[in-house]
């Protein structure tokens, strides 16, 4: 493979290992494999490969494959602009070689056919997967590419699946695993893409209808949507796939006849429609239940489907069923989890003079719920309670913690007049003995107007973050005071209060560890950088603050955020403290 060249000794130490599940699909290969990134070093190697080449696979890992491998017939160091994978590697396509050379450990050279074929990781790296077989055991020489009416090689059906392993199982979206199935199976077995799913409802939906147009994937939508419901009893092609019952070769004559059923309708409307003239149907069985069917077919492309088609393509079928079987189940508990997470977090009350906003963004890679809360709610003397914390975890039982936790401070809090210390303490005296929560950390606040009309801020910080005060000029204070352990360690403390008063036109803002801690970034780093775009945005109005924090502050996909944020009125009179408010972007 030829990439950019290493310096020094050709490893990476740094290079991230590929997910697991990308080391298992290439296990799955019954040839040699390896993995390289976009600049031809090497990512991962499966077995085969490491007994081919005689070398250990942690050893070939951070290499440039070119140079390591690629060798002429008398074992010479072969140039890059010789290497026949350089172009189609640069060029993102797939191509193969009958014809070359790898070096071997002791320096012998083994003679191998190859066949590489792009494909994108779970980011958006550029890896290129490379298979070869000693030439010896390698298949008859194939067709010329561009026949490609003739059936695919070993080596390319062993690409297909490898790449359909790793593309569909690497996302958790529907949709994304249904693009990535279709852009898998078109142009290289069909011209035509067609993808029944069975809803929740038993309803059938035409999801996807997908033609190959002069290189281009383009969606046929007059052809999506609605399908009749799916006949019990009904001996067409279709119609047994969505049962589950099996796989068919199809050609147009077979829905000519007199339709027994809406589907038939449908199904013979669509070949007319795309002149399909062969094609090939196959249920997507799920673990518990059939999830749809897959029809490709043949117009323009040459070449009819065989019955020698129907493994590979329900092989396709079965790899690609799984994982869009996981996708519905996370979706379905994503939409659960967000349905409760919406419950238990509360609406701000309305407090004459102070505005706020709240904004809570859960970890994506979490069940859309995790343990970081917010609340505010008016106390029996009048003043208003601020509250922010996080109980230790990123699943439903975080988030049902959560809301034993919430509950009680909000009990606590309301039943009696006592500074934000002693309800802390109190409930900390109650999480063991009464509620699942095993840590957590909080910041309580009350905020009160005085006799003079001004604001003032008492509170107390169990183990979190500490609040930070933006004056509506761009001053910024980190409230360092009022800290003390987190809840939940079974240390009996006196915990200490501080108060201060809130100025003019001033933001505070509560916020939960996600909005500061990085990989790669300290602490201190992060809290700067919450320092540093706080003042920027002091003029903004509220709301927007709040978005633009966010979305400039928060590192992408890491961590659930919970974000309060409370401003008090600017000073009247005098014409010199009115807020200054810049136009949104």
Not at 445 to 465: C, Q, Y
Request: with cysteine.
């Amino acid at each position: 493979m030829a990439g950019a060249k290493d310096t020094g000794t050709g490893h990476e130490q740094n290079r991230p290992a590929p997910g697991r599940q990308v080391a298992e699909a290439l296990e799955l290969i019954g040839a040699g494999a390896y993995l390289v990134d976009e600049q031809g070093h090497i990512l991962a190697v499966n077995s085969r490969a490491a007994e081919l080449l005689g070398r250990r696979a942690e050893d070939m890992a951070g290499q440039d494959a070119h140079e390591l491998l690629h060798r002429g017939p008398q074992g010479q160091q072969m140039p890059a602009t010789r290497c026949g994978m350089r172009q189609a590697f640069h060029a993102r396509h797939p191509a193969h070689a009958e014809e070359d050379y790898f070096a071997r450990a002791d320096g012998s050279v083994l003679p191998i056919s190859w066949f590489i074929t792009p494909y994108a990781g779970t980011g958006r790296e550029a890896h290129t997967l490379v298979i070869f077989h000693p030439r010896e055991q390698a298949p008859c020489a194939e067709p010329a590419p561009e026949r490609s009416a003739e059936p695919m090689s070993e080596l390319e059906r062993l690409a297909l699946l490898a790449e359909t392993t790793t593309q569909v199982t690497s996302t958790l979206n529907v949709d994304e695993t249904l693009r990535r199935l279709v852009a898998l199976v078109l142009p290289r077995l069909a011209d035509w893409a067609v993808i029944d799913l069975i809803t929740e409802h038993e309803e059938v939906w035409r999801t996807s209808v997908v033609h190959v147009d002069g290189g281009r994937l383009v969606h046929r939508e007059d052809l999506e949507g609605p399908m009749p419901p799916v006949p019990e009893e009904s001996p067409m092609p279709l119609s047994r796939a969505l049962r589950g019952v099996a796989s068919a070769l199809v050609a147009p004559d077979t829905y000519q006849r007199t339709p027994d059923s809406g589907i038939a309708v449908e199904q013979r409307h669509l070949f007319e429609v795309t002149g399909i003239r062969s094609a090939v149907i196959v249920p997507l069985r799920g673990t518990r239940e059939v999830l749809g069917a897959l029809t490709l077919g043949r117009a323009d492309k040459p070449g009819e489907f065989s019955a020698s088609d129907l493994p590979l393509i329900e092989d396709i079928a079965r790899r690609a069923s799984l994982a869009l079987d996981n996708a519905r189940l996370y979706q379905r508990q994503r939409a659960v989890a967000e349905t409760m997470q919406n419950h238990l977090l509360p609406q701000m009350p309305r407090v004459p003079g102070l505005q706020m906003a709240v904004r809570y963004l859960p970890a994506p890679d979490a069940s859309q719920v995790g343990g970081d809360w917010y609340d505010a709610f008016t106390l029996s003397d009048g003043a208003t309670a601020l509250a922010v914390g996080d109980v230790v975890g990123h699943d439903l039982e975080a988030a049902a913690g959560m809301a034993q936790l919430r509950n009680m401070l909000r009990a606590y809090a309301w039943s009696q007049q006592a500074p934000p210390s002693r309800i802390v303490e109190r409930l900390d005296e109650a999480i063991m003995p009464i509620t699942d929560v095993s840590m957590a950390t909080l910041v309580f606040a009350r905020v009160i107007k005085t006799d003079d009309g001004s604001w003032e801020l008492s509170w107390t910080n169990a183990g979190h973050p500490p609040p930070l005060l933006v004056t509506r000029d761009g001053l910024t204070d980190y409230l360092t005071d009022g800290h003390s352990l987190l809840l939940g360690t079974g240390l009996s403390t006196s915990r200490p209060d501080a108060t201060l008063p809130l100025p003019p036109g001033s933001t505070l803002l509560l916020y939960t560890d996600g909005l500061i801690e990085a990989p790669g970034r300290t602490l201190d780093e992060g809290m700067q950088r919450l320092r540093q775009h706080a003042a920027a945005l002091a003029h903004r109005p509220l709301p927007s603050l709040a978005d633009q924090l966010l979305r400039r502050v928060q590192p992408p996909g890491l961590d659930d955020v919970a974000l309060l944020a409370l401003r008090t009125p600017a000073r009247t009179g005098g014409g010199t403290d009115r807020a200054v408010t810049a136009p949104e972007t």
